[in-house]
């Protein structure tokens, strides 16, 4: 794995042996990191792709931020925004919040194609779950001063980590960062409006079932909005890419992603509709 440093990112990237697809950047969501995809690069590059994961400012590797509370979602799209026109226009696997700032990158003319995992949702779609809601008084000061913030341990195993075998989230808890509760406070008021009409590429959202972060309902919305192609991760939660069967899982995104190849007409092609597997625990 090769690593790049620019002034603000960092970028992790698995180039492929023989690299005939096109270029692909993933991009994390709050208090991750370009760690997230360490699985699923060499998979891409398998296929033939030269796949990257940007960490944003702030985030592992990299140092952390004095003022990392006070970051918005359009400071790191400033991160992410300058990784995809380095990588000329790539296409960008987005989780949670990154998911929102690919939808950014495709409505800005940055991504040829996109898929979103568990996505943040742009204005207009609900962004809060029940299960944050419940837990939301612990973290409003950071919120609302736009303060760093960390869940705590509790949170994070109920929230985000709770498809995760209980002996294994101690593990992931530990690669958690603190992170802004200025971008936080962003995604949870909507600020950011992207019209459909702004997004004229092929896009495959991902939503899970027991995902109590991003809850299914709200993927199943963003792909109505979007015209997009939704695939629902039967048994799996947020936090996706470390969850046992996760790699089946990935094989719907790596074939989605082929088939756009194959046929760059696709886009005129690709429905709403949800993708229908005869693999166990796929639909």
Same mark, same amino acid.
């Given at each position: 794995?090769?690593?790049?440093?620019?002034?603000?990112?960092?970028?992790?990237?698995?180039?492929?042996?023989?690299?005939?697809?096109?270029?692909?950047?993933?991009?994390?969501?709050?208090?991750?990191?370009?760690?997230?995809?360490?699985?699923?690069?060499?998979?891409?590059?398998?296929?033939?792709?030269?796949?990257?994961?940007?960490?944003?400012?702030?985030?592992?590797?990299?140092?952390?931020?004095?003022?990392?509370?006070?970051?918005?979602?359009?400071?790191?799209?400033?991160?992410?925004?300058?990784?995809?026109?380095a990588l000329d226009r790539p296409i960008v696997i987005g989780h949670s919040m990154g998911g929102l700032l690919t939808l950014m990158l495709a409505a800005n003319g940055l991504a040829r194609a996109a898929?979103?995992?568990?996505?943040?949702?742009?204005?207009?779609?609900?962004?809060?779950?029940?299960?944050?809601?419940?837990? #939301?008084?612990?973290?409003?000061?950071?919120?609302?001063?736009?303060?760093?913030?960390?869940?705590?341990?509790?949170?994070?195993?109920?929230?985000?980590?709770? #498809?995760?075998?209980?002996?294994?989230?101690?593990?992931?808890?530990?690669?958690?960062?603190?992170?802004?509760?200025?971008?936080?406070?962003?995604?949870?008021?909507?600020?950011?409006?992207?019209?459909?009409?702004?997004?004229?590429?092929?896009?495959?959202?991902?939503?899970?079932?027991?995902?109590?972060?991003?809850?299914?309902?709200?993927?199943?919305?963003?792909?109505?909005?979007?015209?997009?192609?939704?695939?629902?991760?039967?048994?799996?939660?947020?936090?996706?890419?470390?969850?046992?069967?996760?790699?089946?899982?990935?094989?719907?995104?790596?074939?989605?992603?082929?088939?756009?190849?194959?046929?760059?007409?696709?886009?005129?092609?690709?429905?709403?509709?949800?993708?229908?597997?005869?693999?166990?625990?796929?639909?």
């Amino acid at each position: 794995m090769a690593s790049s440093v620019a002034p603000t990112f960092h970028l992790d990237t698995i180039r492929a042996a023989r690299p005939t697809r096109a270029n692909v950047l993933c991009v994390h969501g709050l208090f991750a990191g370009s760690w997230v995809f360490e699985g699923l690069l060499p998979l891409l590059a398998d296929r033939g792709h030269n796949a990257s994961a940007i960490s944003l400012r702030g985030h592992p590797p990299l140092p952390p931020m004095r003022d990392i509370g006070r970051q918005t979602i359009s400071d790191f799209y400033e991160d992410a925004a300058a990784a995809a026109r380095a990588l000329d226009r790539p296409i960008v696997i987005g989780h949670s919040m990154g998911g929102l700032l690919t939808l950014m990158l495709a409505a800005n003319g940055l991504a040829r194609a996109a898929v979103l995992l568990s996505p943040a949702p742009s204005r207009g779609i609900p962004a809060l779950s029940v299960g944050i809601v419940t837990r #939301m008084a612990r973290y409003l000061p950071a919120l609302l001063f736009s303060r760093p913030y960390l869940p705590i341990d509790e949170h994070f195993d109920a929230l985000t980590l709770n #498809m995760l075998p209980p002996e294994q989230r101690a593990a992931q808890r530990a690669r958690f960062t603190a992170d802004s509760g200025r971008a936080s406070r962003d995604i949870a008021l909507g600020i950011h409006a992207i019209p459909p009409d702004q997004v004229r590429i092929p896009m495959l959202v991902v939503g899970a079932e027991h995902d109590h972060f991003i809850p299914l309902g709200t993927s199943q919305r963003m792909a109505r909005k979007y015209g997009a192609q939704l695939h629902v991760a039967k048994g799996h939660g947020h936090f996706l890419l470390a969850e046992p069967g996760w790699q089946q899982e990935a094989a719907v995104v790596l074939d989605w992603i082929d088939a756009l190849e194959e046929n760059p007409s696709a886009p005129e092609g690709i429905s709403s509709a949800t993708i229908h597997r005869s693999s166990p625990g796929v639909s």
